[in-house]
């Protein structure tokens, strides 16, 4: 996530298993409810001989598939596999869907034992950890053309480009429009206009923060989320202090203001946070109970299944200096082997994925998410993207992806939202929060 993407990103984005798959997949549409009308204008668009479908042959072949799932995602397997399966008959995925948050990287270490699948589906900060290990395969230029030009930013090393960015998600407050506007609230800028509305409405008895600290991996999506406006937009490379020995947790004002937000946090949400799930969350929050939560796009599936007239907004978590920035988050990122014997196959679910803008569309409605894929605008309506276009018109939207490639996941944050969570139970101290997080140094790097 590098600052200059931002113009470039948003101009364009703001305008607008096996054959049983591996998720859920009855939580909304099915993907046959969307046809592919696309396939036999991908196949004359691909008459130059530089795709996938140039090579169609009846040879059938299964690609392996490691799927790191967001919260919003599972589901999509089932869209693909309908569409491959009109487009191209003679592939076949096998799926195998894991949380992302948890679970991906462990998957992803072990195979590298083992060797890789032929497709893995992570995030876009997962390429800065595996491609220098020589393990992914470049993405042919075919396919990267149809995707917006600043999604091959932070998937580039070296200049070669291991990634094809798909979506991509928006984190910040969500708020209850209708419970703003009754209350007299403005969107506040300041720290002090945060604490206005949260007094008013301890004194009227509504919940300020909606919150499922049980699960730690919101505890350590919103701490990057405070890191960003409070740390990384202030010091760009403060994670690469961090491994030089220059700064640390527990002498940098800043991180440690970043951590205390989490206390803000607890201490204006429900009291049986630490057993709320997200999803009996996000309903506390359309009905009513709570005026705010810190999140990302990931809610607005649940806010809009809950009630489909739900009206919310999003604005950035003021910072200590009042110049916070909203977050952007390149999503949905198809990685490919090196090893790979299907090279060739392996492009044509590529072609799928980039030319059928018909299951694009799908897909983004389906996750509620915004594209990352040129001429392909999603059709859901999102109460919160008037507030998304004011932040990108200001110039204050910030990729995420500068505070994940210099403070991994895996290993460093998730870890460093357990500690915080001990802390916020009263299990550890502060200062033992702190610390925890300074001797995880040597894992806070992808290398």
């Known amino acids: 996530m590098k600052k200059k993407v931002v113009s470039v990103l948003l ?5 607008m298993g096996m054959a049983a798959g591996c998720g859920s997949g009855d939580s909304g549409d099915t993907a046959a409810d969307t046809q592919n009308d696309n396939g036999a204008e991908s196949s004359e668009s691909d008459a130059d001989g530089e795709s996938a479908g140039d090579t169609s042959s009846s040879e059938k072949v299964t690609l392996s598939v490691l799927a790191g799932q967001s919260t919003t ?3 999509i397997e089932e869209f693909i596999d309908e569409a491959l399966a009109e487009q191209y008959p003679e592939i076949t995925l096998e799926w195998e869907c894991v949380d992302w948050g948890n679970d991906f990287q462990p998957k992803m270490q072990q195979y590298m034992q083992s060797g890789l699948p032929d497709i893995m589906i992570g995030k876009a900060q997962d390429v800065a950890t595996y491609a220098p290990k020589g393990v992914l395969a ?3 230029s075919t396919y990267l053309d149809r995707g917006l030009d600043a999604a091959r930013e932070n998937v580039t090393v070296d200049g070669k480009t291991y990634g094809l ?10 708020y209850n429009k209708q419970m703003f506007k009754d209350n007299g609230w403005e969107v506040p800028e300041t720290q002090e206009d945060l604490q206005k509305i949260i007094d008013d409405c301890n004194a009227k008895g509504i919940t300020p923060f909606a919150s499922h600290m049980v699960d730690t991996w919101s505890i350590g999506n919103v701490t990057m989320q405070f890191m960003m406006n409070d740390v990384f937009n202030k010091d760009a490379e403060w994670g690469d202090k961090f491994r030089n020995g220059e700064v640390s947790f527990s002498d940098s004002k800043e991180a440690q203001t970043a951590y205390q937000y989490n206390k803000l946090i607890y201490d204006n949400t429900f009291p049986e946070t630490f057993s709320t799930e997200q999803t009996d969350c996000d309903a506390k929050m359309v009905q009513g109970e709570a005026a705010m939560k810190v999140s990302g796009s990931w809610s607005i599936q649940n806010f809009l299944d809950i009630d489909e007239n739900f009206e919310f907004g999003i604005f950035p978590f003021p910072n200590q200096t ?3 920035k909203l977050i952007f988050e390149p999503n949905i990122t198809i990685m490919t082997s090196a090893q790979s014997e299907h ?11 980039t030319g059928n803008k018909d299951l694009a569309v799908q897909i983004l409605d389906y996750t509620k998410t915004a594209s990352m894929l040129k001429d392909v605008t999603p059709t859901f309506t999102n109460p919160s993207q008037e507030d998304i276009d004011k932040y990108a018109a200001d110039g204050r939207i910030v990729d995420v992806t500068l505070g994940n490639n210099q403070l991994v996941w895996g290993g460093f944050q998730e870890e460093n939202a357990k500690d915080i969570a001990a802390w916020l139970q009263g299990d550890e101290t502060f200062e033992d929060c702190l610390k925890a997080s300074d001797d995880r140094v040597e894992a806070s790097s992808a290398n």
């Open 322 to 324: 009042g110049d916070s």
């Open 73 to 75: 995602d599972a589901g």
């Open 165 to 174: 960015v798909y979506n991509a998600l928006y984190q910040g407050v969500y």
């Open 343 to 353: 090279q060739d196959a392996i492009n044509k679910v590529l072609d799928v994925l």
């Open 138 to 140: 470049e993405i042919d």
């Open 11 to 15: 101009a364009a984005v703001m305008v």
